[in-house]
C-alpha cells in the first residue's frame, strides 16, 4: 500500500463496509455522510460557541480599531492581545464550516478510484483486471477505474480475481475484491451528468429515466445547498447581530449552490449523493444545534445590547468631558482662535492644498462622498478643546454643569459685544465717503 492508501483507510474501511452490508452504492454514500457528520458534531458546536465569543467581542475590536486608526500595527496587537485573553479565535466559528470540504476531497478519490481504495490493488493488478474484462487500452486515469467497477459483477469476478492475483494482488480478506452495485433509483452513479441530457448515449438508447435522473442530481444538488444556507442562517441567532456579515453571508449563498452544480456536471453521479446527504443532514444538524445553544444565544445576546448600552454611555461621557474643558477654556478666555485659511477660489470646493483647481474648476464635492483634505505643510489645525462649542455640546453641558454652561454663555456674548465696535470701526463714515468723493 502507498501512503494515500494509508492514510485515507479509515473512509475507505467505512465506504466499502457500508456497500457490502446494504449492496447499494447510494445507500453507503448516504450513510458514510451520515457518520461523518455525527463525528464532526462536536467540533460543530465547538466552532458556533467560537463564534458566540467573536460575536461578543465585536464592540470591543470595532473600539479598539477607532482608537488606534491611525496606527494599525498597534490596533491589530491589541485585537489580538482581547482574542487571547478572552480565550477566542479571531475566524469565529468559521473554520469549522469549512471541514466537509476536506472531507470531500478524500472521498472524491475513493469515488474516482474503488480498485485502489476499496479494494487496495496497484495499479498494474487494476491493468490485469481491465484486461481480464476486455479492456485492452485501460489507463488509471480520470474515472476510468470507476468505469471499470461497473463491469464487474458475479459472472466477472472470479476472473478479475484471477487476473489480480497473478498480478500479485491479495483478492481476499479485509481489502478483497467484491461486486458494487452502481444502481441507484435507476440511476448509474458512474456516470457523469450531461446539461444536454437529450443528446446523451442514454436518452438515445432509452434510458430517458436514467438520463433524466442525472441531470436531476446536480440540480437537486445545488437547490437543497441554498436551503441548507437558509435554515443556517435562520437557526443561527447571532447572525442578527452581524450585520457586517451580510454580504460574506450572500457570497456563501451563491458559491455553495454554483459549486454543487459544477460537481455535479463535471463529476461522477456518487459526488451528488455526498452533496445531497450532506446538505439534508446540515439542515438536521443546524436544527439539532440551536436547540443545544439556545440559552448560549440568549446569553449572548443580553449581552451584546449592554455592550452597545455601555459603549452609547462611554461616547456620550467622553462628548461631555470634552465640551466641559472647552467650556472652561471659553469661561477663562485662555481658548485659541483658530486662524482662517486663505480662500483660493470662489468657494474652494476646487481646492486641495496649496494648488487651485486641482480637481477642476466644475467640481462638486456634494457629488461623492470624499474624504477632507488637510495639507501637511499648511495651517496647522486647531485642537479639538479650541473648537467652538456645538449645539449637542451646550445641551449636554447645560445637563451636567448648569453653572459652566451659563458661564460659557456669558463668555460668547462678551466676546460678540467685543467685536461689534471693531467692526464698526472698521466700516468707513458716511462724511468720509463723501469727502473722499
Known sequence: MDIWQILMTPFSLLLRFFCQVFNSYGVALFLFTLVVKIILFPLSIKGKRSMIKTSLLSGQVQEIQKRYANNP??????????????????????????????????????????????????ENATTAVATALGWADFTPVGTNELLLASRLNAGTLEAAKTAAASAGATTTGLFGMFVINFNFLGIDLTKVPSLTFWSSDLFKSGDIWGAVGLFLLPVISAALSVVSMIVTQKTNQMSQNQEQNNSMNWSMMLISPLMSLWIGFTLPAGMCIYWIANSLLIMVQEVIAGKMLKKDYEAAQKAMEEQKLRAKEAEKERRRKAAEKKAAAIAAGTRKQPKKEKAADVDGSSQEGLRRFARGRAYDPARYPVTPYHDPNGPVRPKEEDQPLTDEEKALLAESRPELAAAVEQAEKKAAGETAPEKAKEAPAPEDEETLK
Open 73 to 122: 500595527e498597534r490596533a491589530n496587537q491589541e485585537i489580538q492581545k482581547l482574542y487571547t485573553e478572552n480565550n477566542a479565535s479571531m475566524f469565529g466559528g468559521c473554520g469549522w464550516s469549512f471541514l466537509p470540504l476536506l472531507i470531500l476531497w478524500p472521498l472524491y478519490a475513493i469515488i474516482r478510484r474503488p480498485f485502489k481504495y476499496l479494494m487496495m490493488l496497484t
